[in-house]
């Protein structure tokens, strides 16, 4: 893969950079790739190798891309972390696999920092960013270093085919609007930036899996000059990790020397982040978890997955009523018929606590769906390898090669 023509250019509102990918190995047509920034933000908006390095790496890794050769200078850093990112991937599929080389033409150049530093935080709208937002705002005093100053917001992730390159974030004015009134009641500014990096590899499970953290580092590496470092508010906590695009050790690996790339928020679990909002007066009034992207006059659709699990949290504190963005409708119930399948049982889990004394016709039709998703998940189990083996083992060796493995397992 070869990047070129790198390049800042103004726009009828702001600024936008861009570069043409042309891949080499995989026969994909070129793509030309852009950010495009609005308002007295744009002014601060870099040509950055780094960038571009940052969202196209692992595309060009997935394609079998033997290099990524670009034309300006590279930080060291970032490209280390990007060779461990492959590594980590690698670790957890399983695999072994030569990731791309990094060339610079113009060489490796650690870049220094701003000064003063000047921290950002991605914002989203949805509990983890504004859970981390609050706590950042009672932790740090406004002129320490660590205090978020900027709220950046990135759009067109999901679906890059549908923007619209003259007019990009046409189809955000609703989200646009929300995060502004969010950014503006901590004292941040608001930073958008619209994208289409994910069209270098678009299919949904690619960006959650791996790409995620990558392409918004991407957004971050396009201002240098405004802040020295940019945190992810993580959507696990540490009971439950698991590998995905965004992830404590893929996220601090895609920084620079000149902006250092943060996941904070790993310590403290989705309910307490919501009791913590509920306790906060107002805080939930604007939460956008939904990832549908609904029809107005709502943000957040109340069908899907997220947007339950949100409802029924909030449901058990009692604040659901406050939640504006949500549809109003029968909670138990659309609950009790939704299939949250066993990938998700344990966010599920972690409610019951909340709901029982507060809510038991959530608590009951959520341990019904739990009941459903066990059956689930114990049917996946013995449709795999282990569970032939299992099965062979109980009807031809009366079981006895399970309890060879469990006295060997327990002798050592």
């Not at 030309?32 to 960038?51: H, M, N, P, T, Y």
């Not at 109980?394 to 327990?410: K, S």
Request: one cysteine or more.
């Amino acid at each position: 893969m070869r990047i070129v023509d790198l390049r800042r250019e103004p726009t009828r509102a702001g600024a936008r950079v861009a570069a043409r990918v042309l891949w080499e190995e995989s026969g994909r047509p070129p793509l030309d790739v852009w950010w495009e920034v609005e308002g007295a933000a744009a002014a601060d908006l870099a040509a950055s190798s780094d960038a571009v390095l940052a969202a196209a790496f692992l595309p060009a890794a997935s394609s079998g891309e033997r290099r990524v050769a670009l034309e300006g200078p590279v930080c060291p850093r970032l490209a280390e972390g990007l060779l461990t990112i492959a590594r980590v991937f690698d670790g957890w599929r399983g695999t072994s696999s030569e990731p791309p080389r990094i060339e610079a033409r113009e060489g490796f150049c650690a870049a220094f920092p701003r000064r003063p530093p000047r921290a950002a935080v991605f914002l989203t709208g949805g509990v983890d960013s504004t859970h981390l937002l609050r706590r950042n705002r009672a932790d740090f005093p406004r002129d320490h270093p660590e205090s978020f100053t900027d709220a950046l917001a990135v759009f067109g992730l999901y679906a890059p085919d549908q923007l619209d390159p003259a007019e990009p974030f046409a189809g955000y004015a609703r989200t646009r609007a929300v995060l502004e009134e969010t950014a503006a009641e901590s004292g941040l500014a608001l930073v958008s930036v619209a994208t289409n990096v994910t069209a270098l590899a678009p299919e949904i499970e690619f960006i959650a899996k791996r790409s995620l953290s990558s392409v918004l580092a991407s957004a971050a590496h396009l201002f240098p000059s405004r802040w020295s470092s940019a945190t992810l508010a993580s959507g696990r906590d540490v009971t439950i990790l698991v590998p995905l695009g965004t992830h404590p050790l893929i996220d601090a690996a895609l920084g620079s020397a000149a902006v250092a790339v943060r996941h904070e928020g790993i310590g403290i679990s989705r309910p307490d982040r919501i009791a913590e909002l509920c306790a906060a007066g107002g805080a939930v009034s604007r939460l956008l978890v939904c990832m549908s992207g609904p029809p107005p006059p709502l943000l957040n659709c109340g069908r899907c997955e997220k947007c339950l699990r949100t409802m029924t949290a909030l449901a058990a504190f009692g604040r659901l009523e406050e939640a504006r963005e949500f549809p109003a409708l029968d909670l138990a119930r659309t609950v009790g018929a939704f299939d949250f399948g066993p990938h998700y049982a344990p966010y599920w889990r972690d409610l019951l606590p909340l709901l029982r004394g507060r809510r038991d016709d959530l608590a009951g039709a959520v341990e019904r769906r739990l009941a459903v998703a066990a059956r689930q998940a114990r049917w996946f189990e013995d449709a795999g390898w282990k569970g032939l083996l299992r099965r062979a083992d109980r009807r031809l060796l009366g079981g006895r090669l399970l309890a060879i493995r469990r006295a060997v397992a327990r002798a050592t």
